[in-house]
């Protein structure tokens, strides 16, 4: 599933993500797939996302098509944003639209960096301001182990986040590097 990682620190704010895609059984390696990263820009904020492949297909589009949905100012708009997103995502996609479900039925989990703050979007669809550092996937224990013990150390935001995503792949089986990492 991969690992999504956002910190905070002196008023820096990053957010950074492996490259690791899968088929099943079949890796995809991230030298032949240009679209590898599971970030994803809109506006000032950076969306990142882990969870089933299609997801980065969908929420592309829906940036493209709908970026005015997004107000991600606070938690209260982030959720309000979330709830326009999952009504576009189960009408004009049909992404589960059987089920009156969470993003957990759906398979995405979210990890969204603004200028304002790190939210953390549950699968129940709550949102959760994060203060210091956040992770998302299947990584999530060695990267917030990682970044737990790094924090009050001299590093920056953007090297706690480099050095998490280093410690996740050597032992998450679904991470893998090369990653990414993006300073808001």
């Known amino acids: 599933m991969s690992i999504v990682i956002?910190?905070?620190?002196?008023?820096?704010?990053?957010?950074?993500?492996?490259s690791k895609h899968s088929d099943g059984s079949l890796l995809q390696a991230p030298e032949h797939k240009e679209n590898k990263f599971k970030l994803h820009r809109v506006q000032?904020?950076?969306?990142?996302?882990?969870?089933?492949?299609?997801f980065h297909n969908v929420i592309d589009s829906i940036i493209n098509k709908y970026e005015e949905i997004?107000?991600?100012?606070?938690?209260?708009s982030v959720y309000e944003t979330v709830l326009r997103l999952f009504k576009i995502m189960k009408e004009e996609y049909y992404l589960n639209?059987?089920?009156?479900?969470?993003?957990?039925?759906?398979?995405?989990?979210?990890?969204?960096?603004?200028?304002?703050?790190?939210?953390h979007v549950e699968n129940d669809k709550s949102v959760n301001v994060m203060r210091k550092f956040w992770a998302v996937g299947s990584g999530t224990p060695f990267a917030l182990a990682a970044s737990d013990a790094l924090y009050e150390s001299d590093l920056s935001a953007e090297e706690i986040v480099r050095k998490a995503i280093e410690i996740t792949t050597k032992f998450d089986l679904h991470s893998n590097l090369p990653m990414k990492v993006e300073i808001l």
């Open 44 to 54: 000032d904020s950076i969306v990142g996302l882990v969870g089933e492949g299609q």
């Open 70 to 76: 997004f107000d991600l100012q606070d938690r209260f």
């Open 6 to 18: 956002a910190v905070e620190k002196n008023g820096e704010i990053c957010i950074g993500c492996d």
């Open 97 to 119: 639209a059987a089920s009156e479900g969470s993003f957990e039925e759906l398979g995405v989990y979210m990890l969204l960096a603004t200028p304002r703050g790190i939210f």
